[in-house]
């Protein structure tokens, strides 16, 4: 199976140019069953790797661009009257779909970002009282610009919660974005094809769900959490899902690796990835810059 995780990644690759690491972690959460969020400036390729990620899943994908007038139902879907019939007929919203693609998420105002609390915990949407479950598996991948706060709604902790993993892609290195300018010139054709089946991707998460770790790696997740909790620096610290997350994701990193079973290194490398969002660290400090000084306080098993 790690052959289709291969395949994968080079079929990203052919668009995303560079961007081997970002594509390796958008690829853990995507196995880990959680969801991703992808900041950065503009025009340096969050939703191109989102679409080209959607594009590569033999399934459903959905757009969603978010906007301060979007309504929470023209996320989760709404009952619309059917006069031939006499009785409300359900309309699906964008969300029931294999891949959601939420563009600018932090443009939507706070009602509408609630709307996509309860599917990315519990895969399920609740209308008017019915709770209806998405389509399997399910992910979402959402870009926002951190830089730009005019006509944004900065994302609530509990949303930033529900991300497995939080990254930025950067800007691209002088070779990199030579390459992209040949690209166009000799117009190669970068039109992407599916390489891997839902049935397929549900069994990849069933097989990183069970990469080993080991009880000593186990406390070490614990202890650098925990640490988040008590630090003096640190406001807000990282919450058990967090735990569980950082836990999926190392599983999901070791299979990529191409191993049955999570090392230090596989956590050391995910934390920051994976902890950042998450807490909310004391006076301004800097979250990455705090998190790395925990990495270096903590003993590693």
Not at 16 to 34: H, M, P, Q, T, W
Not at 206 to 223: A, F, K, M, N
Not at 248 to 263: E, N, P, V, W
């Amino acid at each position: 199976m790690r052959e289709q995780i291969e395949v994968l990644t080079q079929n990203l690759a052919r668009t995303i140019v560079g961007k081997n690491e970002a594509i390796r972690l958008v690829l853990v959460a995507l196995l880990s069953g959680g969801h991703a969020l992808l900041e950065d400036v503009p025009g340096v390729g969050k939703t191109l790797l989102a679409k080209s990620l959607a594009r590569s899943l033999d399934g459903k994908f959905q757009r969603l661009q978010c906007t301060p007038d979007l309504l929470p139902t023209d996320i989760t879907g709404t009952n619309i009257w059917n006069p031939k019939s006499g009785e409300f007929t359900f309309l699906p919203g964008p969300v029931f779909a294999n891949v959601l693609l939420a563009d600018e998420i932090n443009r939507a105002t706070p009602r509408t970002q609630s709307a996509l609390l309860e599917v990315m915990e519990e895969n399920q949407v609740t209308v008017d009282g019915v709770s209806r479950p998405v389509p399997q598996p399910f992910f979402v991948i959402a870009t926002q610009n951190p830089i730009e706060y005019q006509g944004t709604f900065p994302l609530p902790e509990a949303q930033m919660d529900r991300f497995m993993l939080s990254l930025s892609l950067g800007y691209p290195s002088a070779q990199e974005e030579l390459e992209m300018l040949q690209n166009l010139q000799q117009n190669r054709n970068t039109e992407l094809q599916p390489c891997i089946t839902l049935a397929e991707l549900q069994e990849l998460r069933r097989i990183c769900s069970q990469i080993r770790v080991e009880t000593s790696l186990q406390q070490y997740i614990l202890e650098l959490v925990r640490a988040t909790r008590h630090d003096e620096e640190i406001t807000l610290g990282v919450s058990p899902r967090g735990t569980v997350a950082l836990q999926k994701a190392t599983q999901a990193l070791a299979f990529i690796s191409g191993r049955d079973y999570a090392i230090p290194d596989d956590v050391k490398f995910l934390v920051p990835y994976v902890l950042c969002h998450r807490l909310i660290p004391r006076g301004g400090r800097n979250a990455r810059s705090t998190v790395d000084r925990l990495l270096r306080s903590v003993p590693i098993p």
